[in-house]
Protein backbone atom coordinates (compact mmCIF):
# COMPACT_ATOMS: atom_id res chain seq x y z
CA UNK A 1 0.00 0.00 0.00
CA UNK A 2 1.13 3.39 -0.83
CA UNK A 3 0.76 6.85 1.22
CA UNK A 4 -0.31 9.82 0.38
CA UNK A 5 0.17 12.66 3.26
CA UNK A 6 -0.75 15.47 4.03
CA UNK A 7 2.11 18.15 4.48
CA UNK A 8 2.60 19.70 7.97
CA UNK A 9 5.01 22.20 6.82
CA UNK A 10 7.51 21.30 9.44
CA UNK A 11 10.49 20.98 8.16
CA UNK A 12 11.61 17.73 9.37
CA UNK A 13 8.38 15.84 8.11
CA UNK A 14 9.35 14.95 4.67
CA UNK A 15 12.73 13.42 5.66
CA UNK A 16 10.35 11.22 8.39
CA UNK A 17 8.39 10.08 5.74
CA UNK A 18 10.88 9.04 3.70
CA UNK A 19 12.44 6.89 6.53
CA UNK A 20 9.41 5.39 7.37
CA UNK A 21 8.75 4.86 3.39
CA UNK A 22 5.70 3.32 1.62
CA UNK A 23 4.92 7.44 0.93
CA UNK A 24 4.52 8.14 -2.64
CA UNK A 25 2.66 11.86 -2.34
CA UNK A 26 2.39 14.84 0.43
CA UNK A 27 -0.40 17.35 0.00
CA UNK A 28 -0.59 20.64 1.03
CA UNK A 29 -1.79 24.07 0.16
CA UNK A 30 -1.15 27.88 1.10
CA UNK A 31 -3.62 28.81 3.64
CA UNK A 32 -4.90 31.64 1.85
CA UNK A 33 -5.44 31.70 -2.10
CA UNK A 34 -7.83 32.50 -4.89
CA UNK A 35 -9.43 29.29 -4.60
CA UNK A 36 -9.21 28.40 -0.74
CA UNK A 37 -9.75 25.17 0.35
CA UNK A 38 -11.15 22.42 2.59
CA UNK A 39 -10.59 24.08 5.56
CA UNK A 40 -11.58 27.13 7.02
CA UNK A 41 -8.65 29.55 6.78
CA UNK A 42 -8.52 30.54 10.96
CA UNK A 43 -7.78 27.41 11.69
CA UNK A 44 -4.01 27.38 9.65
CA UNK A 45 -1.24 28.47 10.62
CA UNK A 46 0.29 30.70 7.94
CA UNK A 47 1.81 29.43 4.70
CA UNK A 48 3.87 31.79 2.64
CA UNK A 49 4.36 30.49 -1.02
CA UNK A 50 8.13 30.19 0.01
CA UNK A 51 7.04 27.39 2.29
CA UNK A 52 5.37 25.68 -0.48
CA UNK A 53 8.36 25.80 -2.68
CA UNK A 54 10.72 24.54 -0.09
CA UNK A 55 8.25 21.71 0.40
CA UNK A 56 7.79 20.53 -3.19
CA UNK A 57 12.23 20.78 -3.89
CA UNK A 58 12.20 18.84 -0.73
CA UNK A 59 9.83 16.27 -1.46
CA UNK A 60 11.61 15.80 -4.97
CA UNK A 61 14.75 15.17 -3.12
CA UNK A 62 13.62 12.17 -1.47
CA UNK A 63 11.28 10.84 -3.88
CA UNK A 64 8.28 11.97 -2.83
CA UNK A 65 5.67 13.92 -5.39
CA UNK A 66 3.70 16.71 -4.12
CA UNK A 67 0.04 17.65 -5.46
CA UNK A 68 -1.36 21.32 -4.47
CA UNK A 69 -5.02 21.53 -3.02
CA UNK A 70 -7.07 23.39 -5.46
CA UNK A 71 -10.35 21.93 -3.28
CA UNK A 72 -12.35 25.05 -2.51
CA UNK A 73 -16.06 23.83 -2.33
CA UNK A 74 -17.35 27.01 -3.67
CA UNK A 75 -15.53 29.63 -5.90
CA UNK A 76 -18.39 32.45 -4.97
CA UNK A 77 -18.56 32.69 -8.84
CA UNK A 78 -14.56 33.63 -9.70
CA UNK A 79 -14.08 31.23 -11.83
CA UNK A 80 -17.16 32.49 -13.89
CA UNK A 81 -15.59 35.89 -14.71
CA UNK A 82 -12.86 36.85 -17.03
CA UNK A 83 -10.64 38.41 -14.05
CA UNK A 84 -11.31 35.61 -11.72
CA UNK A 85 -10.21 33.13 -14.26
CA UNK A 86 -6.97 35.08 -14.92
CA UNK A 87 -6.12 35.29 -11.58
CA UNK A 88 -6.77 31.48 -10.88
CA UNK A 89 -4.30 30.93 -14.15
CA UNK A 90 -1.99 33.11 -12.33
CA UNK A 91 -1.89 30.59 -9.29
CA UNK A 92 -1.76 27.81 -11.83
CA UNK A 93 1.14 29.25 -13.76
CA UNK A 94 3.28 29.56 -10.27
CA UNK A 95 2.02 25.84 -9.22
CA UNK A 96 3.29 24.69 -12.81
CA UNK A 97 6.73 26.68 -12.34
CA UNK A 98 7.45 25.55 -8.65
CA UNK A 99 7.43 21.98 -9.81
CA UNK A 100 4.11 20.91 -8.36
CA UNK A 101 3.30 17.24 -9.79
CA UNK A 102 -0.26 17.13 -9.37
CA UNK A 103 -3.23 19.26 -7.95
CA UNK A 104 -6.57 18.00 -6.32
CA UNK A 105 -9.60 19.67 -7.90
CA UNK A 106 -13.13 19.85 -6.16
CA UNK A 107 -15.08 21.39 -8.93
CA UNK A 108 -15.75 20.21 -12.16
CA UNK A 109 -15.82 23.90 -13.96
CA UNK A 110 -12.43 24.79 -11.81
CA UNK A 111 -11.32 21.06 -13.84
CA UNK A 112 -11.72 22.75 -17.02
CA UNK A 113 -9.86 25.56 -16.62
CA UNK A 114 -6.38 23.22 -14.82
Same mark, same amino acid.
Request: aromatic share 8%; no cysteine.
Given at each position: ?7 ? /? ?18 ? &? ?26 ? &????? @?????? @?? =? ?15 ? &??? &????? =??? =? ?9 ? /? ?5
Amino acid at each position: MELSVSHT /FHHDLVPRLAEIGGVYEVYG &KRDRDIIGGGRSTYTLRRITRSSIEHAV &KQAHD @YGITFN @YL =INGASLGGIEQTRSGQR &KIR &KLLDW =ISA =IGVDAVTVASP /FLARIV
